[in-house]
């Protein structure tokens, strides 16, 4: 590891733990729960993955842990503190591009360090060093609208990672990108955990990308939002996206998590709907018949 | 390095496509082209429709009673000599930059004050709503009377015109921002001043640039309006000293119907001018906007 990247590891920080999480939304009256009596641990250091279906909730959860928002109910802790707001602690990479658009990929790099007051030369550094790492020092002087999605994505993981949030929260942030692009990410994002060990929480709707990537996977159930099953992935690094389905164990999971996964689907996908309910439970009969 | 095409969008340079930079080899440029055979087709048929009355017999109605533009051409000829038609240019030029700049300077901060403080929007936005719909001419005799010059009121018209477009598309700019990027700025540690200043307001320029360019064309309608009905400005109302709108109200009083047209032309190339420039200053403003051509 060169000086730069032990600057840029993060270790032992950043334990996440949600206790009895409750969040609704609406006036009291008709408030809707959105999230129901939700806990869990991302631990420290280690690589959690949260999957479920879209419309579940993930996103909700990742903007309490963010302290965007306040649970109606229950805690958040990170290394034991409460959560009250945002804070630099956690920073949170979105799902589609959220780089200042009026800002070079420079600027958005060194705008976090700008904005609490240090100076450029003493982030220069580790800029340069971000900047080299994420192949963008040749689009220094580019806007973000110049930039293709992959480099996007790449521009705003730096402009996250030069603050050395002890966790990093990434709201699908490969979404959108075609098959090829993303796959780079995945390969290049593992790379860079791998050298720089730090506390990640991982949102996806993806099973490959989320196997890939996870210490842990945690299967988000429908809503009221809740945890139906942690799974560990216990693969060995490196790993290799385009290899890590040769690997028996990775199935294993795949399908054990698929099977939750597709529960957990359909019930989203009947949500509210009698018809759709109802046709689960028939489909269900049938298979068990 | 990943470029996948199609997707990987640089700036080119394309010596073409730089028609602000002008040089001889604008008029090999296509929209440059464009325009000059526009304004030369306009031209032609306004002289045939204008002297219908020698080559048909009659005239047409409408163009056939305007003065044809060969009597306009000569008119401006007579007028390029005249002291008093360049003062009018300078007088409106003055008044229009004056209540531009005005609105721009009150309008701006103004809107960014509702957009950001929702007490002070409580307050002053439903005033404001109910002061918008008042068109700026209807303030012409209520403003001759409060302010002490005639000047003044002109001024205070324009600058009417003017602010609301701004106040408007300032406000509309604010709230456009991405909260995402606040979101992120604010997790980054960033203080409000911080925010403002270097996420809310470049995140409102695009949109008080929109402001100003559409600022600028009605503060050149309301001048001429303004100059029309309060007889020029502060009591020494010759032609000389009542700006382009007095200029074309005077010419129609004195019977010179081609000054009338020489005048209605200068406003469209004043007006023109002025745009221009505001768009220039508002391209350099933004530069992250600048498309890759």
Known sequence: MTADAVQLASLGKGEIVLRNIYKSYGPEKFATDVICDCSFTAEANRFTVMIGPSGVGKSTLIRLIAGFEKPTRGTILIDGRPVTGSGRDRLVVFQESALFPWMTTEQNVYYGPLARGETKSSVHGLAEFLLNKVGLQGFRKNYPAQLSGGMQRRAELARALINNPDVMILDEPFRGLDAMTKKLMLDYYARLCEDAPRTNLFVTTDIDEAIFLADRLLVMGHVPTQVRAVIDVDLPRPRNYAAIFRDERANAIKIEALSLLHEEAMKAFAGGSKAAADFITAYRRRVAG | ?293
């Open chain 2, 1 to 293: 390095m990943m470029s996948l095409p199609g997707t990987l969008a640089m700036p080119s340079a394309n010596p073409e496509r730089q028609w602000h930079r002008f040089s001889p080899r604008v008029l090999l440029d296509p929209s440059a082209r464009r325009a000059v055979i526009a304004v030369a087709a306009v031209c032609i048929f306004w002289q045939l429709g204008a002297t219908s009355r020698g080559w048909l017999g009659f005239s047409l109605p409408v163009i056939g009673a305007i003065p044809a533009p060969d009597a306009v051409a000569a008119a401006w000829v007579k007028l390029i000599h005249d002291p008093g038609y360049w003062q009018s240019w300078e007088q409106s030029f003055l008044r229009v930059a004056l209540g531009f700049a005005a609105a721009t300077s009150v309008g701006v901060p103004f809107g960014l004050a509702l957009a950001t403080n929702s007490t002070f929007r409580g307050f002053a936005f439903p005033v404001f709503e109910l002061l918008r719909p008042i068109p700026p001419l209807a303030w012409v005799p209520a403003a001759i009377i409060f302010w002490p010059t005639q000047e003044l009121s002109i001024d205070f018209v324009i600058f009417l015109g003017g602010f609301y477009t701004m106040v408007l598309n300032v406000l509309g700019g604010a709230e456009t921002i991405d909260a995402r990027l606040i979101q992120a700025a604010r997790s980054m540690g960033a203080s409000r001043w911080n925010i403002f200043r270097r996420l809310i307001l470049p995140g409102v320029l695009p949109s008080i640039g929109v402001g100003m360019e559409v600022a600028i064309g009605i503060t050149w309608e309301v001048v001429v309006a303004a100059e029309m009905i309060s007889g020029g400005g502060s009591g020494s109302a010759t032609s000389s000293s009542g700006g382009l709108g007095f200029f074309i109200w005077n010419s129609y009083v004195g019977g010179s119907y081609p000054n009338i047209i020489v005048g209605m032309i200068s406003i469209g190339i004043a007006g023109y001018l002025s745009s221009a420039v505001v768009r220039r200053c508002v391209a350099r403003l933004t530069p992250w906007l600048r498309r890759p051509r």
